[in-house]
């Protein structure tokens, strides 16, 4: 019988082999790609077409001290506004997890930036469950064989009923004296 830490250690590798793929799956978004965080630039355009999904995480790369990515509702995303019970990210490297599903809005609180442009709105799913585990087995069973004497086009014709035919044997060859 095994042991309770047994049984601990094979759940723990267990659990973990399940959030390997998941884990494994997870996507960090750069946004704006090599433009990065800034105004004048349709940041939700650049979302568009992509899938964010819950366990991914977005970058958001600018010059500290000149922007700022704030997370907002979707009134303040509209009307630009926000207030201070928001969150102010500023590190010029921020990353945000998604750790939800649902739309989530970004804008930036300095200056005039979030109407130049410099905001961001996308749809986070959740993942998809992982594809079903393979087996080695065939899931359907081959078709029988057909009726004796039967075959179908392009399969070799079945063996005859009482053994295989037997090849015919070269003939011997012609006879010959030795000089003796």
């Not at 704030?70 to 500023?90: I, K, L, P, S, Y």
């Not at 989530?104 to 930036?113: G, R, S």
Request: hydrophobic share 35%; charged share 15%.
């Amino acid at each position: 019988m095994a042991s309770s830490k047994q049984v601990l250690l094979l759940a723990a590798v267990v659990a973990v082999a399940c959030l390997l793929p998941s884990l494994a799956s997870a996507r960090q978004w750069v946004v704006g790609d090599e433009c990065g965080w800034k105004a004048r630039f349709n940041h939700t355009h650049w979302a568009n077409g992509k899938t964010f999904v819950v366990g991914d995480t977005l970058l958001f790369k600018y010059r500290k001290g000149k922007h700022n990515v704030v997370q907002v509702g979707e009134e303040d995303f509209a009307t630009c506004g926000h207030d201070e019970n928001h969150r102010t990210r500023c590190s010029g490297h921020d990353v945000v997890q998604l750790d939800r599903p649902g739309r989530m809005f970004f804008i930036c609180t300095k200056h005039n930036h979030c109407r130049k442009g410099m905001k961001l709105a996308i749809d986070v799913v959740v993942a998809p469950p992982p594809p079903p585990l393979s087996y080695p087995f065939p899931t359907t069973s081959p078709p029988p064989p057909p009726p004796f004497g039967w075959t179908f086009p392009g399969t070799p014709p079945p063996p005859p009923r009482y053994g295989w035919p037997s090849t015919p044997a070269p003939p011997p060859p012609p006879f010959r004296r030795w000089p003796w």
